[in-house]
């Protein structure tokens, strides 16, 4: 029992330590605090990294100015939906990080939440936002882009398939295209037939026919 009692006043004193450094951290200048959240952040997804070794568990700040947006985000929002991304952020804050990927400037390059970005910066005048940072080649980024954009349901099929251009031009073929972006094969086929695909991807070499639809025409088979 005076062991447990011991271990206790042991766990208490620890936190009692941190909480006295972190407000001597509040007397740093801007800059030296935001490093110090984010290697506390750091520090904290490394305390529990065997339970939940999950990016959102090391949310770091970024200046605004630093994070930018990517060119193949095949979603975009209309001003109504902005305008109520807006209001719920002025209302709630920022309940999501901005999931990015570091490039070699330190530039954080948007994966997901491109808008809330936006907002963040043109509308609210922050200086900083929270972060997800993942570290995953461009493709696999491509396709977490995709899959937050189908999850919420709003994507738009004539940038996908640009996107899908370019995830085959690195080497993915459809099988894997489609499960990355969760899509059956047929799914993806249809959204090339749809957009006129296999005009853009004209001089590929190809292992199954995409015939283009003509404008009007419904495709063929089960739905």
Same mark, same amino acid.
């Not at 984010?38 to 070794?53: E, F, H, I, S, T």
């Not at 952020?89 to 999931?99: C, H, K, L, S, Y």
């Not at 490039?103 to 972060?131: E, K, M, S």
């Given at each position: 029992?005076?062991?447990?009692?011991?271990?206790?006043?042991?766990?208490?004193?620890?936190?009692?330590?941190?909480?006295?450094?972190?407000?001597?951290?509040?007397?740093?200048?801007?800059?030296?605090?935001?490093?110090?959240?984010?290697?506390?952040?750091?520090?904290?997804?490394?305390?529990?990294?065997?339970?939940?070794?999950?990016?959102?568990?090391?949310?770091?700040?970024?200046?605004?100015?630093?994070?930018?947006?990517?060119?193949?985000?095949?979603?975009?929002?209309?001003?109504?939906?902005?305008?109520?991304?807006?209001?719920?952020?002025?209302?709630?804050?920022? @309940?999501?990080?901005?999931?990015?990927?570091?490039?070699?400037?330190?530039?954080?390059?948007?994966?997901?939440?491109?808008?809330?970005? @936006?907002?963040?910066?043109?509308?609210?005048?922050?200086?900083?936002?929270?972060?997800?940072?993942?570290?995953?080649?461009?493709?696999?980024?491509?396709?977490?882009?995709?899959?937050?954009?189908?999850?919420?349901?709003?994507?738009?099929?004539?940038?996908?398939?640009?996107?899908?251009?370019?995830?085959?031009?690195?080497?993915?073929?459809?099988?894997?295209?489609?499960?990355?972006?969760?899509?059956?094969?047929?799914?993806?086929?249809?959204?090339?037939?749809?957009?006129?695909?296999?005009?853009?991807?004209?001089?590929?070499?190809? @292992?199954?026919?995409?015939?283009?639809?003509?404008?009007? @025409?419904?495709?063929?088979?089960?739905?």
């Amino acid at each position: 029992m005076n062991d447990l009692f011991q271990t206790k006043a042991s766990k208490l004193a620890i936190l009692e330590k941190i909480r006295g450094a972190l407000d001597d951290g509040k007397a740093l200048d801007e800059a030296q605090r935001v490093s110090l959240y984010n290697a506390v952040q750091a520090w904290l997804g490394d305390l529990v990294a065997d339970l939940c070794p999950d990016p959102a568990c090391r949310p770091h700040l970024f200046p605004v100015g630093s994070v930018k947006a990517n060119d193949y985000n095949p979603n975009k929002v209309a001003s109504t939906e902005m305008d109520l991304l807006e209001q719920s952020m002025r209302a709630d804050g920022i @309940t999501m990080a901005v999931v990015v990927m570091q490039d070699q400037d330190g530039n954080a390059l948007v994966v997901d939440g491109f808008h809330r970005h @936006t907002v963040a910066l043109q509308r609210l005048g922050r200086r900083y936002i929270p972060c997800s940072v993942i570290d995953r080649p461009l493709a696999d980024r491509m396709a977490s882009t995709v899959r937050h954009n189908r999850a919420r349901g709003k994507h738009q099929v004539d940038l996908m398939a640009a996107l899908v251009k370019t995830m085959m031009g690195l080497g993915w073929d459809d099988a894997k295209i489609a499960e990355s972006l969760g899509m059956s094969e047929e799914e993806l086929l249809r959204l090339r037939q749809m957009v006129g695909a296999a005009r853009v991807l004209a001089g590929e070499d190809y @292992t199954r026919s995409w015939g283009v639809m003509p404008e009007g @025409t419904e495709a063929e088979g089960n739905e």
